[in-house]
């Protein structure tokens, strides 16, 4: 993949998930809407989380970069899963988020990045190893 792959997830995964919550508000569900938002927060969270830690750790400068630096990503790359079971339990506490919306909004970016990759194989073929 490209160097702009990563950016335009991003975009594509804010433009899918506004036309999620065009659809809930089409069909008057706000349930659906709250946990396709919370459910997106959370994805979009996690793997922004995930691109910094990569980035600290496996670049070219990443001997360079401060131990301290390193260490906080991966201490808040573990907090965020107690954060995520927070956020969870208070949500399913209150019951007012559906939580297949929840579902969907969860696998929302990953779902971007898969048919998004899967299209770029289906275009330029495996045999050029994903460059144009």
Known sequence: MDSGFIKRVYRTSIAVWLFALLWCAVLANGP????????????LGSFMILERLVKAIFTPDAAEESRRAIKRLLAIAALKYAVIAA???????LGWVSPVGLA???GLPQAVIFLKALGKTLTVGPESGGRQ
């Open 32 to 43: 659906a809407a709250a946990g396709i938002t919370i459910g997106f927060g959370i994805s």
């Open 87 to 93: 956020i969870l339990w208070g949500v399913f506490k």
């Open 104 to 106: 969907i909004g969860i």
